[in-house]
């Protein structure tokens, strides 16, 4: 059995040239996210054992009920990314509001701020089934020196510099870009050192998968019924498999490796839909395009959208290009 022996350390170095603003800040940035990630795979690996499930009490601004493993995961990536003073701003699902990070000295002198779902997934986490990290990263807009402001983590995500994405599944893996493909790599937790996996990970132009919440069907606007039934034809290859976790970043994993559709719609109960633009669907469809795939709301690409608050939503489909462009076309004929 061959075994991959570059280290997620090693590749970064090797791949400075891919991160055109200032290469020794994206190797503190990753090194820290995966000093993190590791951190919070070490506490999944023990929930059961140890005080990490079930809710704490307390709702976040989306005004869901926070669970224990939110709240760390939250806690962990923003000490860890405060700590090292790489970055100048952080934005979390978990945090009603931007964290401002001055630095020890005061400076304000970090120029890239991070947006995250610390814990992706988070209704998976009693029962013992994958979640994830969801991370973006732009340079901020506003002078060095300064304090950041809201207008530096209101870009849209063609700005975006770097995105990824870890899995705490059956292996911990780390997903990345920085605008020059997209690789994996897998945690070896015996060494703790991430190992380059999936190198150039490529999306199928066609798959056979769709990932939806189907119980929601009925709020659906015509469109997404449309496709759905088109997914359930027996008709050429399909019926199509439906694969749905519940958790975003895995079920898009799944999805590049297999090729497929993930849809969340916006619905009579959600009407703007239920994912963050910020730090759920630009990252993921900034991977997802990198990969060779498609990210769209229904009628426009999603990196394209300016937002105008944090916590904002949209509608998001994502994953294999013609799969995409189908969608795309059912939304436009129910118009
Ligand atoms: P989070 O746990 O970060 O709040 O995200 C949950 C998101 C996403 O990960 C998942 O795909 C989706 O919500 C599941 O929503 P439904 O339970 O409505 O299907
Ligand atoms: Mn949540
Ligand atoms: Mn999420
Ligand atoms: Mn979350």
């Known amino acids: 059995m061959q075994e991959n022996n570059k280290t997620l350390g090693e590749f970064i170095i090797e ?11 994206l190797s503190r940035i990753f090194n820290s996210i995966k000093l993190a990630a590791k951190v919070v795979s070490h506490k999944v690996n023990k929930a059961g054992l140890v005080d990490i499930i079930g809710g704490v009490g307390e709702k976040n601004v989306q005004g869901e009920d926070q669970q224990k493993l939110d709240v760390y995961a939250n806690e962990i990536f923003i000490q860890t990314l405060i700590n090292r003073e790489i970055v100048c701003g952080i934005a ?32 998976n986490i009693d029962v013992n089934v994958s979640v994830g990290t969801i991370f973006s990263v732009y340079r901020r807009i506003t002078p060095i020196g300064t304090p950041v402001t809201l207008e530096d983590f209101l870009q849209p995500g063609i700005n975006q510099v770097a995105a990824g994405y870890v899995i705490y599944g059956t292996s911990t893996m780390l997903v990345y870009t920085t605008g020059c493909g997209v690789n994996g790599f897998t945690l070896n937790p015996a060494i703790g050192s991430f190992y380059l996996s999936h190198p150039k990970m490529t999306i199928p132009a066609d798959g056979s998968i769709y990932s939806v919440n189907e119980g929601n069907y009925v709020h659906f606007p015509q469109g997404v019924k449309d496709y759905i039934k088109y997914c359930q034809l027996e008709e050429e290859d399909r019926p199509y498999t439906s694969r749905y976790i519940g958790s975003l970043a895995s079920d898009i994993h799944r999805n590049i490796i297999k090729g497929g559709i993930y849809l969340y719609p916006t619905s009579s109960k959600a009407v703007k ?19 060779g795939g498609k990210a769209s709301d229904g009628f426009d690409r999603v990196m394209e959208i300016v937002p105008t608050s944090l916590h904002e939503r949209s509608a998001f489909f994502c994953g294999s290009t013609n799969m995409v462009n189908k969608i795309e076309d059912c939304m436009l004929k129910a118009k």
Do not use: W
Not at 96 to 112: A, P
């Open 92 to 123: 979390s699902e978990e945090n009603d509001d931007f964290i401002t990070v001055e630095g020890s000295d005061k400076s304000h002198n970090n120029k890239y701020v991070l947006l995250m779902d610390p814990l992706d997934g988070s209704s």
């Open 273 to 291: 839909g239920k994912l963050r633009l910020l730090y759920e669907c630009n990252p993921m469809a900034f991977i997802v395009e990198q990969a």
């Open 15 to 25: 791949n400075q040239k891919d991160f055109p603003y200032s290469s020794g800040e």
